[in-house]
């Protein structure tokens, strides 16, 4: 009986920290709601050049310069 009660209060422990960590992000949503759209489209960074090199084409990394071997 013990181990049982012990399983259920585990259970109400979790389900309770994560009901709190809920409510924590639903209120700092409210609190501090982000804007959709910036204030002033100018101030956005352009976008980066490619500096001379061969163009990046959406690619995470830059392909090695030295020659396969």
């Known amino acids: 009986m013990d181990d049982v009660l012990g399983l ?3 259970v109400v ?3 309770a920290i ?3 960590a809920a409510a924590i992000t639903f209120a700092v949503i409210k609190i501090f709601p982000t804007e959709r759209k ?4 100018s101030d956005t ?3 980066a050049s490619n500096r ?3 163009s990046a084409g959406g690619r995470l ?3 090695a310069k030295r020659e396969a071997t």
């Open 52 to 54: 001379g090199e061969e």
């Open 18 to 20: 994560v009901g709190l």
């Open 38 to 41: 910036p204030k002033n489209p």
């Open 13 to 15: 422990y979790i389900s």
């Open 61 to 63: 990394f830059r392909r």
């Open 8 to 10: 259920l209060l585990l």
């Open 45 to 47: 960074d352009p976008p």
